[in-house]
Each structure stands twice: as C-alpha cells, then as structure tokens.
C-alpha cells in the first residue's frame, strides 16, 4: 500500500471543539504511527459562516496539542478554479447536468413528495434536459447525476465499524456540486481536494457517514481511487446527550484558559474511545507507537471532567517548577503580573503542584505570594481562640523571623543548572527548618500547636504549603509585616 496520509479538515465557523480535536489527533497518530504524512486543510467555502478568529483558533489549537501538518495549510477558498475545472469534466462527460429549478418548485415538489408518504428528494426535473433547454442565463445549480436502476449500490468498509455499509443508489439524490453562486458543496470539493492530496485514509466524526456513498460516487465518476474510511463515534456528556455548552468548555482554549496542559488534554482525548491495555497514562510519542483504528470504541465516549483533572495533576505534578511559572505565565488572562522565574517562586510552586489540578488553581493558590499584602478574613478566624499565648508567640516568631541569617535568603538561582538551583533551595529550606524547631523545642512548643496560627499570619489561609517554603519565599520583611499585622488583627 502507498504511504498512509491522512488530513483535518475543519470548517472555520466555530472554535476547535474538543470532538474535532479528537478526530485529528486520531487521523495524526494513525499516519505517524506508520511514518506516513498528516495534513491540515481548512475548508472556508461557507464565506458567511466561515470567521478568520475561527480559523487561527484551529490552527493555534492544534500546535498547541503538537498535532502539526505535515504540508502547507490548503484553503479551499483559494482552490475555486480546481472545483470549476471538474465540475465542466462531469458535465462534459454526463455525469453532472445544470438545474434550473427555482426555490419555490423543489419546495412544491417536496411537499407533494411528502404528501404521498414518499421520501422527499429531488424529482429529476432537469436530469433529461435537451440542449436548447439549457439557458444559462437563468440561475443554475450543478447537479450530479446518480447511476439509477435496482441493482446500483455504493458501499465501503468502514474501518472503526468493521463493517460493510452499503446504501442503494436510489436512496441518494442527485445533489447539489456547485450552487447558484458558482461556490461548491463540501461533498463535491472534499472529494476533489482529497484525491488531488493523495489522502489514503479518511478518518472522521460519524456524523458524515451519510455522506461518504456520495463521495465514493464522486471518486469513481472522476477516476479517482477511493480512499479507506472510519468513522469516529461522537463524544457525549454525562447526560447521554452530544457534548455541548450545557457540559462545559467544549473548545480546546477553554481548556487551555481554564489551566490545562496540552499533555493531559492529548492523553485524555486519545483514551476516550481508545484504548491499549489499561493503561491510562500516554505521551504523544506512546501514542504514536501504540496506535491503532482496530482499538478505537465503536460506541459513543462519555466525557468525564473529573478523569481530565486527574489526568491534568498528574502532568502538572511531573513538570519542573520553573517550567510551571512560565506555563502560568502563558495562560494570560487576568491582569496578574507574570510570575518571577525565581528560586523563592519556584519552592512555593514545587511544593504547591501536588496539590493543584489546573494551572489557573496553582496560580490561585500563590496568590498569598504574588499579592503585595494580603486582607486577613474575618470568618477565617470564626470557632478558633487566640488568646495571650498566641500574641506572645507572633512576638517571639517575628524575633525567629527576624534573627535569620540573611544568607540564607541570598541565593543565585541559576536556571541553566537545574540541580544546583535545587541543592540552593534545599540547603535554604533546611535552615529555616533546623533554625526553626530550635526556635519551637526552647518555647517548650510543638509544630502541630502553633502550625495553624503561622499559616494564618503568614497566608491568610488554614491551608498552604509547608511553612519552611512560605517563609524561604515571601522573605524576612515581609513575613515580619504580615506576623505584625495579624496581630493586630487578632489582638482585639
Ligand atoms: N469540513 C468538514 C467538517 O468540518 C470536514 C468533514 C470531513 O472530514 O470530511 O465537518
């Protein structure tokens, strides 16, 4: 067999769902797995449909899940004249015909159909014309006509199904190649643009299967070779219904805003319908390797939310922190200021990606950080009695605090060295620690007593990481205001 090519075809009239995702990271991995060629085409010949945010979202969607083309980005709008030239080969050689008829009369004849119980299709009207009934100066439609009689059938072996699918010829109208405004119908230039790519296999989403009999038709009244097809079941909500807004994000830069990392939505994506084994953990290049349409469910996908977060902590635990600070930083959105590429941030996110599931959460959960001071809460006191023990122990804290050895807060973090940037930090945390259980064990006092009051002062919250990073990161000066503020705070 020649070379496996596949393609992703998509109409630019919304944003990357996350279904058309699938379907072409499906027909990607399909070709690399068998060092074939993957290409993108972007099929724009719905000019009032078709917005150029749309097109660019699919196309940066798409680098960003690293599902990448292998040839230039073909337009269809730019292919006018290639469609021209064989819709005048099928009229040419029989096999198309014009079509003059108005609006009004197919919608009269549809309604006469449907009277009779008939299945409403086109009635042939123009099929037969003679010559001299071919005015062209009326509008016209292209036509293509149909093989007729009892025994003509169109059919494929679907390669997800496994299966024959086979309809009869007379079950499939004349349709439409090329409208009133000379534009052509997506079955007539898929066809078209999919033979002249040399596209082996198509795979995409099962709502085109009453379209592939047409474009098989097409293939072989143009001699063309008919390609390989599978077609890919849909992707539900949890409600049994077609994933939509009503479930969520549905657009791959939702999720991307929303904090997640192209690995886990790439990992999640490929294991909704498909699977090796029970494994559940795959990067591209397993992937690649492990590929296959036999593998691929023949029923519909549940979307599972939960199991993407899962899947998104685990990326987001395997990552190093200071590859972490510049994915927060890339997400944008909100007027944040980018996070620092610093030693101090990096403890804090190292010790804080345990326990995010989104990139945005991660950022949520520095916020204690990134935020110059911070407003204690009056409810996150609520049920917890500071008394004078307390307020003696801020004093004594802020004196710990104070006696530091500011060498310990002097270090160079070199990110080239990524060893050595973590022996630094790790040197610094352990002297706060030592320094600090000094401090707890001559106050007579344990960890556990006074953990929650140290959180509070210096995060404004009962949850944060390890206190030792907290303290490594905001610094002598600022843990020192904060102790004085929250005892103020409590010293009511
Ligand atoms: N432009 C079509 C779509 O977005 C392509 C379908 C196909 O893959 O043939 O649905």
């Not at 939505?265 to 290049?285: A, K, Q, T």
């Not at 259980?437 to 390890?466: C, H, V, Y």
């Amino acid at each position: 067999m020649d070379d496996i090519k596949t393609r992703f075809a998509p109409s630019p009239t919304g944003y990357l769902h996350i279904g058309g995702a699938r379907t072409a990271l499906f027909s990607y991995v399909y070709a690399k797995h068998s060092g074939g060629k993957f290409v993108l085409r972007i099929e724009d010949t719905d000019f009032e449909r078709s917005e150029r945010v749309f097109e660019e979202d699919i196309i940066d969607s798409l680098k960003w899940l690293s599902i990448i083309s292998d040839e230039d980005i073909a337009y269809q709008s730019k292919r006018l004249d290639i469609y021209k030239t064989y819709a005048e080969k099928l009229l040419r050689e029989g096999r198309a015909y014009y079509c003059f008829c108005s609006k009004e009369l197919l919608e009269e004849d549809r309604n006469s159909l449907i009277a009779e119980n008939k299945k409403p299709m086109y009635t042939g009207r123009c099929r037969e014309l003679k010559p001299d009934e071919i005015l062209l100066k009326k509008p016209y439609v292209i036509r293509f006509r149909v093989k007729r009689g009892p025994a003509e059938t169109t059919g494929f072996k679907d390669l997800i199904r496994n299966q024959f699918i086979s309809v009869n010829n007379d079950e499939i109208d004349d349709f439409v190649l090329v409208r009133e405004d000379g534009i052509p119908t997506y079955n007539f230039a898929v066809t078209i643009d999919d033979a002249l790519t040399g596209i082996t296999h198509i795979i995409r989403g099962d709502d085109h299967l009453s379209n592939t009999p047409k474009q098989i038709m097409l293939y072989n009244a143009l001699g063309f070779n008919v390609p390989a097809f599978a077609h890919v079941s849909m992707i539900l909500g949890p409600d049994g219904k077609r994933l939509s807004k009503r479930h969520g994000a549905t657009s791959v830069n939702q999720y991307k805003q929303e904090g997640f990392l192209p690995e886990a939505l790439v990992n999640y994506l490929i294991r909704l319908g498909w699977s090796h084994g029970n494994d559940e953990i795959f990067s591209m290049d397993e992937i690649i390797k492990y590929f296959d349409l036999k593998n691929i469910s023949k029923s519909a996908a549940i979307f599972n939310t939960e199991k993407l977060l899962w899947l998104n902590s685990h990326y987001i635990k395997s990552k190093d922190p200071f590859e972490l600070i510049g994915l927060i930083n890339g997400i944008g959105g909100d007027s944040q200021k980018p996070l620092a590429a610093a030693l101090d941030t990096a403890a804090l996110v190292d010790s804080l990606k345990t326990r995010a599931k989104t990139l945005v959460e991660l950022r949520q959960k520095l916020g204690f950080f990134t935020n110059e001071s911070i407003e204690y809460k009056g409810e996150i006191i609520n049920g917890l009695n500071f008394d004078e023990s307390d307020l003696g122990f801020l004093k004594s804290f802020k004196e710990f605090i104070n006696g530091l050895d500011p060498k310990i807060f002097n270090y160079n973090a070199d990110l080239e060295n990524k060893e050595k940037t973590a022996e630094e930090l790790k040197k610094s945390i352990d002297a706060i620690k030592t320094g600090f259980n000094d401090f707890l064990s001559k106050n007579g006092q344990t960890m556990k007593e006074k953990a929650m009051l140290i959180r509070l002062a210096l995060t404004g919250e009962k949850i944060s990481p390890p206190i030792f990073e907290i303290i490594f990161s905001l610094g002598k000066e600022r843990c020192a205001e904060r102790i004085d503020k929250f005892y103020d705070f409590i010293n009511i």
